[in-house]
């Protein structure tokens, strides 16, 4: 499959029911997850949205920091929505729709909180999504993108690549029979903004208080917590 921005949900239809499998296989993939989760700093019982949130992965971890929130979770693969509603303990409500436009994808209200893993770089029009995804943060409230960035680092772009290329895509060809939504999602990350770059779209956007913190181990420099709040 030739996989573009505009199929990639349904790509990922495609490899919903082994993604978990394949994401086991990353050291440390659940636990910068929650890392991330914890840096929103959240109330307790707060509101809080997943967008992108695929397979659930990314709610278990808002779940695990915030056992009493109310939990609301979007994507835009019914596969990969499938496989998170499977996840019963989650107790969470989930939505199909795009992630540019969460509020016309039936997404109500406003949120204490957002996390968006591994998301941003895919939608179509990144500041049309910035700019919506601000107006459902109440004041005050704070969003993490769970990103990668690796544009302003040669040699952890050259990691990256080396073990996408030696390891993930070929799992995912063994595991799903297909690795071309492995090979997007490279290509995605190569081509997403560097640390700085992302920070000022943000800020233009119209966040406050963006500043940006790193993951730990062999993703420290390439996964990263952006994070920022909309104006009290």
Known sequence: MDVSRVNVARAFDGVARRYDLMTGMNPGYRRHLRMSAERIGAPPGGRLLDLCCGTGLSTSALREVYPAAELVGLDASAGMLAQARAKTELNATFHRGDATDPGGAGVPGTFDGIL?????????????????????????????????????????????????????????????????????LRESVNDFDGVRAFEERLERAGFTDVHTLPMDGWQRGIVHSFLASRPA
């Open 116 to 184: 968006m893993a591994y998301g941003i770089r895919n939608v179509p029009d990144r500041d049309r999504c910035l700019a919506n995804v601000l107006e459902l943060l109440r004041p005050g409230g704070r969003i993490c993108f769970h990103e990668y960035s690796v544009r302003d680092d040669s040699v952890r772009r050259w990691i990256f690549n080396a073990i996408c290329a030696g390891f993930i895509e070929p799992a995912g060809l063994v595991t799903s029979g297909d690795a071309s939504i492995y090979r997007y």
